[in-house]
């Protein structure tokens, strides 16, 4: 009987060892191409991603100032974005028609639910960006945010308006109404 010895192992290929051996580093007297802008061989074994959270903190410690302007800039960017949806919303308002339809309805619902919301949830909205220098100024950037809710809240107004829906006419509060008694009264005669 004859045992079985096993085999040795076979070698990695060629691509698995020159994948895990690094290339050697070119000279710089012997490279034909210039290094890219912003490449400095004096860092050292620094890649990115060091060089960027190192610097992330640096520029967070160093200038506040500059986080501040950052953050009223995202702050009016984020209290001006619903105002970009009041021409859509008014072209959609006048296209679905002044019947009343299920389509026509769920288009006034939804156009009064969002600017609601976000009336609702105003300090919520600009929670992330209040800090002490920057109380002030949010006022007036909140301003503007409740201002904007407030004309498409208007355009929402205006449609229920045009549909019809609104008691704007002597007709809609005729219930109300007293019979009017005439002070004089005038019978036909022949005669």
């Known amino acids: 009987m004859a045992t079985s ?4 192992p076979l070698p990695p ?13 070119p000279s710089a007297s012997t490279s034909s191409i210039p ?3 912003g490449f400095s061989r004096k860092t050292g074994g620094k890649n990115r991603a060091e060089k960027s959270s190192t610097s992330s903190i640096t520029s967070n410690t160093s200038k506040p100032a500059e986080t501040d302007t950052l953050k009223l800039k995202k702050a009016w960017e984020i209290a001006i974005a619903p105002s970009k949806s009041i021409p859509m919303n008014g072209i959609m308002m006048y ?3 002044n019947t009343l339809q299920i389509f026509s309805i769920m288009m006034v ?9 976000g009336l609702i949830n105003t300090n919520a909205v600009f929670a992330k960006f209040e800090s002490e220098t920057l109380r002030g100024k949010l006022l007036g950037v909140k301003a503007v945010y409740v201002l904007v809710q ?12 045009a549909m019809g829906l609104l008691p704007t006419t002597r007709s809609d509060w005729l219930a109300w109404e007293s019979e009017r008694q005439p002070h004089e009264t ?5 005669g």
């Not at 010895?5 to 040795?8: E, G």
């Open 5 to 8: 010895q096993p085999l040795p």
């Open 13 to 25: 290929p060629k691509w698995v060892v020159e994948l895990n051996s690094p290339l050697p580093r």
């Open 35 to 37: 290094d890219p802008p």
């Open 95 to 97: 296209m679905s028609g």
């Open 109 to 117: 619902f939804m156009l009064f639910k969002g600017p609601i919301q």
């Open 150 to 161: 407030f004309a498409l809240l208007g355009l929402g107004v205006w449609k229920v308006n």
């Open 186 to 190: 005038s019978y036909f005669a022949f």
